[in-house]
């Protein structure tokens, strides 16, 4: 995803449409040292082995739902699982790995207002989960209901200018909100 080097994998049931790096100043690209690549080469194995057990019920997940998945994005030992609700409206959902036998679950869904530079969220925070758990798969289903249901009007907009960051970008940032598929419940 425009990381050289880096381990990231993008997973998507249908290819993408815009190349980007990063959500807020979408056109930047960076390349990670031979030191990171070592460090996430011993990680990337690490993170594999915990999240095995999990692949083909988060693989199907995924599929079902029709979510782009993404693994191990900036590093962090999880896999998200990405979406777009209408032009200007994405989601997410975060299993990440915890110190112990388990994942945390986390969603957001946020409405980008590119006229206004702002933008308003909901996050829904750490329902923990052991790996085992038969009821993950649950879980997830029940959290990707609740972001997708939830009324656009329930969203709070935060009291930051984003224009610094999002003026110049809002054609590519449209193009990476686009990208991104809608999901099915």
Wanted: proline fraction near 5%; aromatic fraction near 12%; glycine fraction near 6%.
């Amino acid at each position: 995803m425009g990381c050289k080097g880096s381990q990231v994998q993008i997973l998507s049931p249908r290819p993408l449409k815009a190349k980007v790096s990063f959500v807020f100043v979408p056109s930047t690209e960076f390349e990670f040292g031979s030191e990171h690549n070592s460090w996430m080469d011993g990680r990337l194995g690490e993170f594999d082995e915990f999240f095995s057990p999990l692949a083909p019920m988060l693989h199907a997940f995924a599929e079902r739902h029709n979510l782009q998945l993404e693994k191990y994005h900036h590093e962090s030992a999880s896999w998200d699982f990405e979406f777009r609700l209408s032009l200007d409206e994405i989601g997410k959902i975060q299993v990440l790995r915890t110190e112990r036998n388990s994942v945390s679950l986390f969603g957001v869904r946020e409405v980008w207002d590119l006229e206004r530079f702002r933008r308003a969220t909901r996050q829904w925070y750490g329902t923990e989960v052991s790996r085992d758990d038969p009821r993950l798969q649950g879980a997830l289903d029940s959290l990707l209901a609740k972001i997708v249901t939830l009324p656009r009007n329930d969203l709070k907009f935060d009291t930051k200018d984003y224009s610094r960051l999002w003026a110049g970008q809002t054609d590519v940032i449209r193009r990476f909100i686009a990208s991104k598929p809608l999901p099915t419940v």
